[in-house]
């Protein structure tokens, strides 16, 4: 059985890795002419998707890459000195197995995982999908596969072509993220800087494998901006305007943005499809259910969503008539409680008023000088909140395979 994957970042080696395991014949076809290495950002694993990590083997991998970074110190416009937080308090609150790492660092240990059982096809991307599985491609191949996959992140091609434009689907959720590469002029190990303000935040961080540093920007707007994803030159004045004015480093980091290559900038939006679903082609991660970048858990719920979905087609013999619907109703609830998590973390992690930026700086005091097994305690009250993440139970489809189907 012939399968396509479209998008070859997280979501698309993740779940091509448990197809393959399973049987399936699979290529992953990825737009980029060779595997993404922008930069990227930090990312984070809860314990869900470090279990799967852990079925996987490539659990010490990711461990090794991990950015280390374990201190926060930061200032508040008008202040001059910072608000200090040790971050294993917030994160042991948050999940009892996790790991931050940085975004092209697993993707590529995901591509290592898999490249020897999986075709891989760079510089290319899907140009049409028929109701039968027939594909032509950006480079006028044709070719025939039994499901398609779109797994090619919020602004998804496949999306697009099976489901309609991405505005029927998405939810701008209030604000805007910005990343940068840029050099490590502050000597940053283990920890990160910023200032934050009513309505924006920048900060800096490293990576222990790291030489050089990212810049972090999110900042909120009364409403949304007019600008093409792809126009960067746009995007770097649309944040310099917005961030004209801090202080600290800001000044700086803004100059190295626009000096810098490796740029990411996008909405903090959410998409809402009543069904992930069509036909042969299904969505997996952020192309299907992203519940806002950077708030949400994007990575860890692509993650899981690739081991159910391959794990569900595995169970019913490749049937996606069965297989397609029993991976929406497993997923349906974290992705659901996913998009509640992030707009409620978005309204925080931006303060909104001179208020919320007072209440910020009290509850970052207060988790800061709690013991942790307080704080943590405290945290585990509810699977709702901060502990949604570990509360997903994974089903065991190791029993199953193509040849072997319930």
Not at 100 to 111: C, N, Q, T
Not at 131 to 143: K, L, M, P, T, Y
Not at 223 to 252: C, I, M, N, S, T
Not at 329 to 351: C, H, L, M, Q, W
Request: with cysteine.
């Amino acid at each position: 059985m012939r399968i396509l994957i479209s998008g070859a970042s997280v979501a698309g080696p993740a779940l091509a890795y448990w197809l393959n395991r399973y049987g399936f014949a699979v290529t992953v076809v990825e737009r980029a002419p060779t595997l993404r290495k922008t930069g990227g950002h930090a990312i984070d694993l809860f314990r869900p998707a470090m279990d799967i990590a852990e079925q996987m083997g490539i659990l010490d991998r990711v461990l090794a890459k991990k950015t280390g970074t374990e201190h926060l110190a930061m200032y508040r416009e008008g202040h001059d000195r910072p608000i200090e937080l040790e971050l294993r308090r917030v994160l042991s609150a948050v999940s009892d197995r996790h790991v931050e790492i940085m975004r092209d660092d697993l993707s590529e240990i995901l591509y290592d995982a898999t490249r020897a059982d999986v075709e891989y096809v760079f510089g290319d991307s899907i140009a049409a999908i028929s109701d039968d599985g027939e594909v032509r491609f950006d480079s006028g191949r044709e070719a025939a596969y039994d499901l398609v996959i779109g797994a090619d992140g919020l602004h998804s091609t496949v999306r697009r072509l099976v489901f309609g434009p991405e505005s029927r689907f998405s939810t701008w959720i209030g604000a805007y993220l910005a990343v940068a590469s840029v050099p490590n002029h502050l000597g940053l190990d283990g920890r990160m800087e910023g200032i934050t303000g009513v309505g924006r935040m920048a900060g800096m961080y490293g990576a222990a494998h790291m030489d050089d540093a990212r810049a972090l920007f999110l900042f909120r707007t009364p409403r949304q901006l007019d600008y093409h994803h792809r126009d960067v030159a746009r995007q770097k004045q649309l944040l310099r305007e917005r961030f004209a004015g801090v202080g600290w480093e800001v000044p700086r980091l803004m100059d190295e943005v626009d000096r810098t290559s490796a740029f990411y900038f996008d909405s903090i939006t959410q998409l809402r499809l009543d069904t992930w679903s069509r036909g042969r082609v299904t969505l997996v991660g952020d192309a299907g259910y992203c519940p806002g970048p950077a708030v949400g858990g994007s990575t860890s719920l692509a993650v899981v969503g690739a081991y159910i979905l391959a794990g569900e087609l595995a169970a019913y013999g490749g049937d996606h008539l069965r297989a397609f619907p029993a991976y929406e109703a497993e997923i349906g609830d974290y992705v659901r409680r996913s998009r509640t998590f992030a707009i409620n973390a978005a309204k925080r992690i931006v303060p909104g008023s001179r208020f919320d930026l007072s209440a910020l700086a009290a509850t970052v005091w207060l988790i800061d000088h709690l013991p942790v097994g307080l704080t943590r305690a405290a945290a585990k009250i509810s699977s709702k909140g901060v502990r949604l993440h570990d509360s997903i139970a994974l089903k065991d489809y190791s029993a199953f395979t193509v040849a072997g189907a319930r």
